[in-house]
């Protein structure tokens, strides 16, 4: 009976002693920001935060951190990291142009192939040195078809409306091997006061998308300026046209509006039809799918930007569609093509693994955060970001976060703040969720990691606490606060 008292006292000793050294990293959230959150319609249950200095080993703040949350677009950072270590900050893609056919002094006689690698950026300029590339062979006419070689993913039924019913969004856009100008169409409105009328411009100007109409000029403030244009867009997979029979103030100026058109054969079909014309080259043929014969040596290549560019444009201006294409990419460095969205995640998973970082929460579904159901807690992003801090790659990963008050989507926060251009972030922003994580180097020096999850209906709300919480890091206030 004493020994098993015994031993009762010391596991309870030991019990109040894990109590104790846990107590400060389970802190409450410090009241000024708890109010912020509260003031707002938003329960603390929905709000998960971690805090860390980098170096220490324990967090200044650690409130519901373990939680599985909806990260939104913070789920990139997962992503890149992912990407710089695993495929190599100088990685390139590579989008090939095959000739199906004899050519005979500048004609060739049978299809023109391109096969793409999921190249997640390929702009108009780019086309363009393509095309040039093609025309530098000597190449002019083309008597066949052009055919696509999008075998590189694995093809998988995509519904842009399934997100929120606006499938016209760029950011909607389905991954494709060969996807080519985010598949959007630029529509530029400029007012002519000394005409009265207001210039529409369509970039690129593509024959399968027609314009039908232009909006009337008129006085008045700007305001939601989109909704007066009374826009209507008809979208097929070939064709496509856009009505603006609205109305356009003057005191909008300019203004430019995407829109993702057509499906992607044809968007291809399009951009190649006019550019190659625009290039001296003749070419009457449609589009299908098909396959690289083996053996076949093409004769033109489009390398792409390194992968740092790439991971630069996905984490400040949190582009989805690049990041879905990366995502894809992932699979590539673990299994052979065709790349799928499990063996991304699967490959993800092991490298998980590999760093010794353990994320028993972690769901993973397309790798951008444009989802309902990926999830991750706080603390698991903290250790991410922890573990990038600590890699050779550091450099890449830490500068391709938005610098408060300077650039990407934290151009406009922090403006009359100290914190401006001392936080490295990522933001998160889904209907219901509100998201911020990365590095902030407070005014003594020392830095820290931050992650802020919040899944409410109300998260909209939250900015204001988010940035609250990044202003006291920097200030050196959090740790007292949190007491």
Known sequence: MRLNSHRTLVILAAAMLVALVAAPANAALPPAIAR??????????AVGVYVREIGASRPVLSHQANQAMNPASTMKLLTTFAALELLGPDYRWKTEAYADGQITGATLDGNLL???YGDPKITIEQFQALIAALRATGLSTIRGDLVLDRSYFAPAPHDPAAFDAEPLKPYNVGPDALLVNFKSVRFAFAPNAADNAVAVSVEPPLASV???????????????????????????????????SGLYPAACGEHEWYVALLDHPHYVLAMFTYYWKEAGGSFAGSVRDGRVPPGAKPIATLQSPPLYDAVRDINKLSNNVMARQLFLTLATSAYPPPATT????????????????????LVLDNGSGLSRRERIAAQSLAQLLLAADASKLRTDFVSSLAVAATDGTVRKRFADEDVADWALLKTGSLEGVRALAGYVYAADGRRYVVVCLVNHPNAARAQRALDMLVERIYAGTLASESR
């Open 36 to 45: 912020a959150f509260l003031d707002e319609g938003i329960p603390l249950t």
């Open 114 to 116: 391109l096969k793409g």
């Open 210 to 244: 027609m314009l039908h109409g232009a909006p009337k000029l008129t006085s008045g403030e700007c305001n939601d300026w989109r909704s007066g244009l009374g826009a209507t867009f008809v979208n097929h997979a070939e064709t496509a046209g856009a009505d603006f």
């Open 342 to 361: 499990e063996r991304a995640a699967e490959t993800v998973r092991r490298w998980l693994v590999q760093q010794k970082l353990h994320f028993p929460e």
